[in-house]
């Protein structure tokens, strides 16, 4: 979406993913997903914005993402790998973590069948 912002207020882009969306945006994706049966979402991060630890190329999802994401996520992401050039940020690596109870607002919650 190309917007920064991870603790804007009132919330990020991928915290819109309830009922009432507020940006466009997510709006157009939600409207695009029922019209032709979205199959893929990614969350992209930009890491040289901060450089330290952040300096890599990663997936975030949730931990109790179904096995078959998974393992479709981990071949994309090295499929990935294979592809990057000499010098590139490590990774990609796969961040998987638990998610609290707003999980339906996000988008992997909603997009990985288990929101």
Do not use: W
Request: aromatic content about 6%; overall charge neutral; charged content about 25%.
């Amino acid at each position: 979406m190309g917007d920064q912002g991870k603790n804007r207020p009132p919330h990020d882009h991928n915290r819109d993913d309830g009922e009432a969306s507020i940006y466009r945006s997510v709006q157009a994706i939600k409207v695009f997903d029922a019209e032709n049966n979205l199959r893929v979402l990614l969350d992209l991060h930009c890491p040289t914005l901060v450089m330290d630890i952040h300096q890599r190329f990663y997936f975030a999802g949730p931990s109790d993402m179904p096995p078959r994401n998974e393992a479709v996520v981990k071949q994309f992401a090295s499929l990935f790998k294979s592809e990057l050039r000499g010098g590139a940020p490590h990774g990609p690596v796969l961040q998987l973590k638990p998610t609290g109870k707003d999980r339906d607002k996000h988008c992997s919650g909603s997009f990985s069948g288990v929101g």
